[in-house]
């Protein structure tokens, strides 16, 4: 029988999430343009099945609005503080998208972003009460921080070097973090440090391939991922230490992989 070293099959985990967050841009590109040509036709959830970025007709559970199981709405406050740690703090509407720079961390508070998000090596993002249009993207990013947000289109952080939190489930968070709706592929991939996803609703499949760190400083778990709705695959691979729910099961409408099976 061939033996299958870890290496490789996180390698082919990894290129198999890279694949599908290629097919998520293109597919969001080309709604983009659609959507274009259809008044009153946005990118958030429309409030049920079959809804554009929604999940299939007939899946129990789905988000949001008054769906049985699925996360509630989110709903933006009128004011919202600005996190701390910032270099510069962005809200509104923004076209074009953002890039954020080594050395700096933008904080999207209350802002809405049209072309997506990019993090460069060395930044840092905080996503606040906001919608992005284009998805999040972090290459070697120093912080990585998703809260009470919609995101349309691929979320991804790739060797990051600090912690990538996308929701906490409200219970680890100092402020709490809380429900996202990523309309999109989700990876993880390569990072060095903490790494959490809580509480969200996912349009797409979730990956988690050769994380290392424990998720908070002080403790010897692994990765968190807990209490969300993923409407795809959940797929976990050479992770360590292993990741954990946390005791707050996933509802996952695919099949569960590797380490988190069962999740």
Known sequence: MKRISH???????????AGLLATA????AA??????DRPGFGHEWHGGHGAPGGPPFGLPGGPPHGIPGGPSAPVLPEETAVPAGCTSTLTGTINGGVVVPSGQR???????VEGGATVSP?????????????????????????????VNGPVSAHNGTKYVMIGDADDDGTPPCGTNYLHGPVALIHNQAGVEVGGDSITGPLFLVGNE????????????IEANHIYG????????????????????????????KGF
């Open 122 to 150: 060395g930044a840092g993002i905080v996503v606040q009460d906001s919608r992005v249009d284009g998805g999040v993207r972090a290459e070697g990013a120093n912080y990585v921080r998703v809260c009470d947000s919609i």
């Open 25 to 28: 841009a293109i597919t969001l």
């Open 106 to 112: 933008y904080c999207l508070v209350q802002a809405r």
């Open 7 to 17: 290496g490789g099959t996180a390698r082919r985990f990894a290129q198999l999430a």
């Open 31 to 36: 709604a983009a343009a659609a959507a274009a």
């Open 233 to 260: 695959p959940l797929v976990c691979s050479c992770d360590s230490p292993e990741p954990t729910n946390d005791g707050l099961p996933n509802v996952v409408a695919g099949p569960e992989w590797g380490q988190c």
């Open 213 to 224: 760190g424990t998720a908070f400083e002080g403790t010897d778990v692994g990765a968190e």
